[in-house]
């Protein structure tokens, strides 16, 4: 601790990055250049827009969102298809994780017939487009089993999604030191106790950040069901576009209400993820 | 020394890797409330063996009966087994989410059923026997390793096992903590406590140890009491080994 007095710099600075680097490196340039880039893309696309004839009616777009009148504040139909997109990828995440954590135990489980039939499953849903999949329960599986386009819509994701959530989850349980096994099977818990108590909750800091990709994966995935007129965000954005021609200013807010969802999700997961960090 | 029936009894007991023959022909006895010290250079089998004894590892042929319950893989009693058995690793397996006293209460709490009042009391009890009950609401990797390792003794001794296993407890510890273990699992031995230990502290050997075990190449070469095991050991390696491990 003798070098706590003497202060000097011995040794030579170390070489700056090249001026050019520092310079784009800065936050200020950053967000400079990255307004300009979406300006341009907004002007290009405007002026493109200009030249086809387009005519831009945004005026006409906020009362889809809300309406304010002196019966009070309502939120429009977008917002209702927004609640829609949410339940309905709400209720398939949770089905998905479940069936993705019975996939991925039953991989886990050591025998021969569960490993065989997880593996089934995984090549089966990897292996089919998520549209096909979407037609294969609406016209075949819903006919057979009597279930009606929304619930085709729920199992369709949830049964995709599952596959790549167990995934997941089986990283994320392999990833807790085999020590845990010993020490939890060595004073007598059963394996379901282990996964419970020891297991699952320390492989949840591993599995948090990939499932907050799948959760926006999913939200994203689900306007598929559009395609079978279930109502949803998507949907909802088709039925405005064939009354009101907006097609360009439609498909623009909408694109940007399913970024602020799934933006909001990133950065509350992160934050999760921070007080996680700290906990342990 | 007793001479009841054994609480461990070891018969022709085998175990393979794949094709590696990494237990031969293990045959050894342990009476209730004997200390058993197993050493041996390593690669021995010196933990294969006591991890057969608590069934982490299955062996392949021969008869291994614990406190009367024989053990085999796929046996239904192996759980209430474990319980009569503790185990001490060398790299302590505490459960880092959970607290020091819920580390020593989740054994008693889930797996014996009892309450958790009833557990805790009983955790706090076990955290000042091994002399750190101030510990008690910190995460493990909020203490030194010695601390780690007490704690992970006294969340065995929770389980109110009637013998405990130890497999190099104090080696992955820096030395100023060796100590502090080994004089715990002392004071644990005076209580009368079974004790099978692999370990290469010859020190606390001489202490507590009533048998010496020296295992090499997967099979047993030497059993012995100390008092011959340490001046007048019949077998050269074990000599050898001696030689080397006591000159540091
Ligand atoms: N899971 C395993 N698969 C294959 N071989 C193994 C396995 N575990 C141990 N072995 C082998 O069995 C032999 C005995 O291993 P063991 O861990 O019991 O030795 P040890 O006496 O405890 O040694 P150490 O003093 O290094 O801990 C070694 O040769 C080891 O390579
Ligand atoms: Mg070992």
Same mark, same amino acid.
């Given at each position: 601790?003798?070098?706590?007095?003497?202060?000097?710099? $011995?040794?030579?600075p170390?070489r700056?990055?090249?001026?050019?680097?520092?310079?784009?490196?800065? $936050?200020?340039?950053?967000i400079?250049?990255?307004?300009?880039?979406?300006?341009?893309i907004?002007?290009?696309?405007?002026?493109?827009?200009?030249?086809?004839?387009?005519?831009?009616?945004?005026?006409?777009?906020?009362?889809?969102?809300?309406?304010y009148?002196?019966?009070?504040?309502?939120?429009?139909?977008?917002?209702?298809?927004?609640?829609?997109t949410?339940?309905?990828?709400?209720t398939?995440?949770?089905?998905?994780?479940?069936?993705?954590?019975?996939?991925?135990?039953?991989?886990?489980?050591?025998?021969?017939?569960?490993?065989?039939?997880?593996?089934?499953?995984?090549?089966?849903?990897?292996?089919?487009?998520?549209?096909?999949?979407?037609?294969?329960?609406?016209?075949?599986?819903?006919?057979?089993?009597g279930?009606?386009?929304?619930?085709?819509s729920?199992?369709?994701?949830?049964?995709?999604?599952?596959?790549?959530?167990?995934?997941?989850?089986?990283?994320?349980?392999?990833?807790?030191?085999?020590g845990?096994?010993?020490?939890?099977?060595?004073?007598?818990?059963?394996?379901?106790?282990?996964y419970?108590?020891i297991?699952?909750?320390?492989?949840i800091?591993?599995?948090?950040?990939?499932?907050?990709?799948?959760?926006?994966?999913?939200?994203?995935?689900?306007?598929?069901?559009?395609?079978?007129?279930?109502?949803?965000?998507?949907t909802?954005?088709?039925?405005?576009?064939?009354?009101?021609?907006?097609?360009?200013?439609?498909?623009?807010?909408?694109?940007?209400?399913?970024?602020?969802?799934?933006l909001?999700?990133?950065?509350?997961?992160?934050?999760?993820?921070?007080?996680?960090?700290?906990?342990? | 020394?007793?001479?009841?029936?054994?609480?461990?009894?070891v018969e022709?007991?085998?175990?393979?890797?794949?094709?590696?023959?990494?237990?031969?022909?293990?045959?050894?006895?342990?009476?209730?409330?004997?200390?058993?010290?197993?050493?041996?250079?390593?690669?021995?089998?010196?933990?294969?063996?006591?991890?057969?004894?608590?069934g982490?590892?299955?062996?392949?042929?021969?008869?291994?009966?614990?406190?009367?319950?024989?053990?085999?893989?796929? #046996?239904?009693?192996?759980?209430?087994?474990?319980?009569?058995?503790?185990?001490?690793?060398?790299?302590?397996?505490?459960?880092?989410?959970?607290?020091?006293?819920?580390?020593?209460?989740?054994?008693?709490?889930?797996?014996?059923?009892?309450?958790? #009042?009833?557990?805790?009391?009983?955790?706090?009890?076990?955290?000042?026997?091994?002399?750190?009950?101030?510990?008690?609401?910190?995460?493990?990797?909020?203490?030194?390793?010695?601390?780690?390792q007490?704690?992970?003794?006294?969340? #065995?001794?929770?389980?109110?096992?009637?013998?405990?296993?130890?497999?190099?407890?104090?080696?992955?510890?820096?030395p100023?903590?060796i100590?502090?273990?080994?004089?715990?699992?002392v004071?644990?031995?005076?209580?009368?406590?079974?004790?099978?230990?692999?370990?290469?502290?010859?020190?606390?050997?001489?202490k507590?140890?009533?048998?010496m075990?020296?295992?090499?190449?997967?099979?047993?070469?030497?059993?012995?009491?100390?008092e011959?095991f340490?001046?007048?050991p019949? #077998?050269?390696?074990c000599?050898m080994?001696?030689?080397?491990i006591?000159e540091?």
């Amino acid at each position: 601790m003798s070098s706590a007095q003497t202060n000097e710099i $011995k040794g030579a600075p170390l070489r700056k990055p090249p001026a050019i680097t520092q310079i784009f490196a800065s $936050k200020l340039v950053s967000i400079v250049l990255y307004f300009v880039i979406v300006s341009g893309i907004a002007y290009g696309s405007f002026v493109g827009a200009q030249s086809m004839g387009y005519n831009w009616q945004w005026y006409r777009v906020p009362q889809f969102l809300y309406t304010y009148t002196e019966e009070g504040f309502e939120l429009g139909v977008i917002f209702y298809g927004l609640q829609q997109t949410l339940l309905l990828s709400l209720t398939a995440f949770i089905l998905a994780t479940v069936l993705g954590l019975i996939v991925a135990l039953l991989r886990l489980s050591g025998l021969v017939v569960g490993t065989a039939v997880a593996i089934g499953f995984l090549e089966l849903i990897r292996n089919i487009p998520l549209l096909v999949l979407l037609y294969l329960f609406y016209y075949v599986l819903g006919p057979i089993f009597g279930f009606d386009r929304y619930t085709a819509s729920v199992l369709c994701l949830a049964v995709f999604h599952s596959a790549l959530i167990s995934e997941i989850l089986r990283a994320g349980i392999n990833a807790v030191p085999q020590g845990q096994w010993e020490g939890a099977t060595s004073i007598g818990m059963t394996k379901a106790q282990t996964y419970r108590y020891i297991i699952l909750p320390q492989s949840i800091k591993f599995m948090l950040p990939p499932m907050t990709g799948e959760v926006v994966h999913l939200v994203k995935s689900s306007a598929i069901v559009s395609v079978i007129a279930v109502a949803e965000l998507t949907t909802i954005g088709r039925n405005i576009i064939s009354d009101t021609y907006m097609s360009f200013e439609i498909w623009f807010t909408i694109a940007i209400v399913y970024m602020v969802v799934t933006l909001i999700l990133s950065v509350g997961v992160s934050y999760l993820e921070k007080k996680y960090e700290v906990d342990n | 020394m007793t001479t009841e029936t054994p609480i461990i009894s070891v018969e022709h007991l085998d175990k393979f890797y794949g094709t590696f023959h990494a237990l031969k022909d293990i045959n050894i006895s342990v009476n209730q409330g004997e200390r058993v010290v197993i050493c041996g250079p390593s690669g021995s089998g010196k933990s294969t063996l006591i991890r057969c004894f608590n069934g982490l590892e299955n062996h392949n042929s021969g008869k291994l009966v614990i406190d009367g319950i024989e053990v085999f893989e796929g #046996s239904k009693e192996m759980r209430n087994l474990r319980q009569e058995l503790g185990m001490v690793f060398q790299q302590f397996n505490l459960f880092p989410h959970l607290t020091v006293l819920e580390n020593l209460t989740i054994g008693p709490m889930k797996v014996r059923k009892i309450s958790k #009042s009833a557990a805790e009391e009983t955790a706090r009890m076990y955290l000042e026997r091994v002399h750190i009950p101030e510990q008690a609401d910190k995460y493990p990797a909020q203490l030194s390793g010695g601390q780690q390792q007490r704690v992970a003794i006294a969340r #065995s001794l929770c389980m109110e096992s009637k013998i405990m296993l130890f497999d190099e407890p104090t080696s992955a510890l820096d030395p100023e903590m060796i100590n502090e273990v080994l004089d715990v699992m002392v004071e644990l031995a005076d209580t009368g406590m079974t004790m099978v230990c692999v370990t290469h502290e010859m020190g606390f050997a001489r202490k507590v140890a009533d048998t010496m075990v020296f295992m090499e190449a997967g099979s047993i070469v030497e059993v012995s009491p100390p008092e011959t095991f340490f001046t007048n050991p019949k #077998s050269e390696r074990c000599r050898m080994f001696l030689d080397q491990i006591l000159e540091h």
